[in-house]
């Protein structure tokens, strides 16, 4: 069975740090990760999605790796701001077509 | 529509209340996810359709929860005889379904809140 975890739980920077955040998952056999935003009482908005055959993807500040191997992926953020703050969650979709999220990373950005 | 639609946002029931939770997704788009959310945790997977076809079903917690979408586009979630343990977000998702190429991005509605008392 896929699980997936998330290291940090909880993260408090003072704005402008960058930070990286981290996503492991047991088995290999995936289509692709995604990470999400969640904001409080909101629902998941997609940031990146990096394929299986991908090595990461870039948003604006952002930027996540995928090492499918090691069953590990990283997300980046450059220059965080207070509007980052927010519960930033990864997911694995497996090749049963069913995504398996991790319990979330808090992070606050302290202006 | 331009997103996915749940409806209701809040819901209050009783215990041992049926109740019934609408999904629309984003028209065209072939998958459709159920996941359930507690306080300060991840979602969890409980049903996902292909089209009008419930593949797989194995996250539903109880015979108590049915899920349905006999047109292939809106869904309905329903708990019977809800407990307190069913307070919960219950985040409805749907994506292309391009099986295999890899590229399904997942587009979450805002969530339905269940609480109840």
């Known amino acids: 069975k896929q699980e997936v975890t998330q290291i940090p739980a909880a993260l408090s920077v003072p704005e402008g740090e960058n930070l990286v955040l981290n996503c492991s998952f047991t088995?290999?056999?995936?289509?692709?990760l995604q990470w999400f935003r969640q904001d409080p009482g909101k629902g998941l908005t997609s940031l990146l999605l990096?394929?299986?055959?991908?090595r990461e993807q870039t948003s604006g500040r952002l930027n996540a790796s995928l090492d499918k191997s090691s069953g590990r992926s990283t997300l980046y953020i450059a220059a965080s701001q207070p509007g980052d703050s927010a519960t930033y969650l990864c997911?694995?979709?497996?090749?049963?077509?069913?995504?398996?999220f991790g319990p979330g990373t808090r992070l606050s950005v302290l202006p | 529509g331009a997103g996915v639609s749940q409806s209701p946002r809040y819901k209050v029931a009783k215990r041992g209340q049926d109740v019934a939770l609408r999904c629309d997704p984003i028209?065209?788009?072939?998958?459709l996810f159920w996941y359930q959310q507690a306080l300060g945790q991840g979602p969890e997977f409980l049903t996902y359709?292909?089209?009008?076809?419930?593949?797989?079903k194995s996250g539903l917690p109880s015979d108590r929860f049915f899920a349905e979408r006999p047109e292939g586009s809106v869904s309905t979630l329903k708990i019977q005889r809800t407990q307190q343990e069913d307070s919960a977000v219950y985040l409805c998702?749907?994506?292309?379904?391009?099986?295999?190429?890899?590229?399904?991005?997942?587009?979450f509605g805002a969530g339905s809140r269940l609480t109840v008392l």
């Open positions: 998702a749907s994506s292309t379904g391009l099986t295999g190429s890899g590229a399904n991005v997942l587009t």
């Open positions: 088995d290999s056999a995936i289509y692709n």
């Open positions: 990096i394929q299986s055959s991908q």
């Open positions: 997911a694995v979709l497996n090749y049963g077509q069913n995504f398996v």
């Open positions: 028209s065209g788009h072939v998958s």
């Open positions: 359709f292909q089209n009008e076809a419930q593949l797989d």
